[in-house]
């Protein structure tokens, strides 16, 4: 006669205890989440921190929107500027928060430098442009011809070009390699000998200041508008155009990603700007 042995079915997880050390607590979980939130916190100020020190004291990013350095800038250029070149002012520091006069560790601009600065009448807004005139120098533009402290500065033709205007259409302008003073080279633009600035008086640049112009010389509102742009005090630079880290033809918007291949001039990405360089696109 077999023994019938009764099974019994147990939950295993009846009369089995946790150790209280493993439970969390409510008071637990608010502890840890506080934790982590501030743990984010920290990461978030570090980082924000680090993009203010960088772009107050080394590199800060600008883009172009405007036709007046054509044919070196183009619109859509993406661009940094060295915040250490010229040495710093107020206007180095972002978000207007500095109040100081003068520059810290001062370093003179060279002639032919592309330099990004505060507008003098709005130093809200920010210009770019090369500087053609040094403190002391005189200035005036005849029939379309620069001179620099009484001489004809030399330029050369190079062709008819035509270029992407800012909103639509094209124009056509005869390119020229002018040489500054020193021997800076570099491009210009003149649709005409004939504009609006191409006849000018003869400016003399004040102490500490100095005279900026475009490259594109019969589109840009530069120095040569003193109610505008005038002579431009050192203390309003903010820094030196250094390298293009983008660029695009302005083809495809934010939304239509699958234009974005098309749109990106990657000729142009890591060229170098510096004093002269010329940057001209192939085939625009």
């Given at each position: ?6 099974m ?70 993406y ?14 520091i ?51 011809r ?17 270029y ?19 021997g ?101």
């Amino acid at each position: 006669m077999e023994d019938k042995k009764t099974m019994t079915s147990e939950d295993p997880t009846k009369d089995q205890s946790v150790p209280e050390s493993l439970v969390a607590t409510p008071k637990e979980d608010d502890q840890n989440n506080k934790e982590t939130i501030g743990e984010t916190t920290r990461t978030i100020l570090i980082a924000v921190f680090l993009a203010l020190l960088v772009r107050t004291f080394l590199f800060e990013p600008f883009n172009i929107p405007s036709t007046s350095m054509v044919p070196n800038l183009l619109v859509g250029d993406y661009l940094f500027i060295s915040k250490y070149s010229y040495g710093y002012s107020r206007h180095s520091i972002p978000f207007g928060m500095a109040t100081f006069e003068g520059r810290f560790m001062p370093e003179q601009p060279e002639r032919g430098d592309v330099v990004v600065f505060k507008l003098p009448t709005d130093t809200r807004i920010d210009y770019i442009k090369r500087v053609i005139g040094l403190p002391g120098d005189t200035i005036q533009v005849i029939n379309g011809r620069l001179y620099i402290n009484d001489e004809l500065v030399d330029r050369k033709a190079v062709g008819m070009m035509e270029y992407k205007k800012e909103i639509a259409g094209t124009a056509k302008a005869m390119e020229y390699i002018e040489t500054l003073p020193g021997g800076v080279k570099h491009t210009i633009y003149e649709e005409s000998d004939e504009g609006p600035l191409d006849n000018t008086i003869k400016y003399k640049v004040p102490a500490g200041h100095f005279f900026m112009m475009g490259d594109n010389r019969d589109n840009s509102r530069d120095s040569r508008v003193l109610d505008l742009v005038g002579y431009v005090p050192f203390d309003n630079f903010e820094g030196r155009a250094e390298v293009l880290f983008f660029s695009t033809n302005g083809s495809a918007n934010l939304f239509e990603f699958w234009k974005w291949p098309w749109a990106v001039r990657y000729s142009r990405i890591f060229s170098r700007i510096g004093n002269g360089t010329t940057l001209k696109e192939s085939g625009r």
